[in-house]
T-cell receptor
């Protein structure tokens, strides 16, 4: 079955510490991969997409096809990074045209 | 641009009733997707419409239905409401079909409480 797993419900770090939010997926083929973020009192929005190979707000995400993982990383966390983060694969094969969201990880960055 | 707008923002219904949720996509976007988000969970896909045709359906009962109008706005209907239908219902629009290089733009959601 198609599945996306974010093992940590809550991740708490201090400002300036590195942060890694984990995401594992199980799909046939190679899905496109996205990270979405929801800041307090804001809408769910795209943070970054794998296909763009971009770094947004200091975050990067590495696709590891062997481990079927797409972990989100930032070397130095800031307080404004506190938010809910959702990993969202788009399975290219057998897709119904939709993103599938993980359960999310709440990142809390303490001063 | 106001972004994706949804109405109503909050509503309370009783079991067995019917509800209609509405969504206006960003101007120029032809696809609308509906998601259900239960507290503590990620958004779960319900429907996607593109150019007024259903292009995808998630694992939801037939009590859930939707449609897209010529102006690309959309309605989500839920019949015979159950307590478990209490959730935040999110609408998202995109230029084309979601996924691939597409980006979903979300509304603020309609929070449904079923008593």
């Amino acid at each position: 079955a198609q599945r996306v797993t974010q093992p940590e419900k809550l991740l708490s770090v201090f400002k300036g510490a590195p942060v890694e939010l984990k995401c594992n997926y199980s799909y046939s083929g190679s899905p496109e991969l996205f990270w979405y973020v929801q800041y307090s009192r804001q809408r769910l929005q795209l943070l970054l997409r794998h296909i763009s190979r971009e770094s947004i707000k200091g975050f990067t995400a590495d696709l590891n096809k062997g481990e079927t993982s797409f972990h989100l990383k930032k070397p130095f966390a800031q307080e404004e990074d506190s938010a809910m983060y959702y990993c969202a694969p788009y399975p290219l094969e057998g897709s119904q045209g939709n993103l599938i969201f993980g359960k999310g990880t709440k990142l809390s960055v303490k001063p | 641009d106001a972004g994706v707008t949804q109405s109503p923002t909050h509503l309370i219904k009783t079991r067995g009733q019917h509800v209609t949720l509405r969504c206006s996509p960003i101007s120029g976007h032809k696809s609308v997707s509906w998601y259900q988000q239960v507290l503590g969970q990620g958004p779960q896909f319900i429907f996607q419409y593109y150019e007024k045709e259903e292009r995808g359906r998630g694992n939801f009962p037939d009590r859930f239905s939707a449609r897209q109008f010529p102006n690309y706005s959309s309605e989500l209907n839920v019949n015979a409401l159950l307590l478990g239908d209490s959730a935040l219902y999110l609408c998202a629009s995109s230029l084309g079909l979601a996924g691939g290089s597409g980006e979903l733009f979300f509304g603020e959601g309609s929070r449904l409480t079923v008593l």
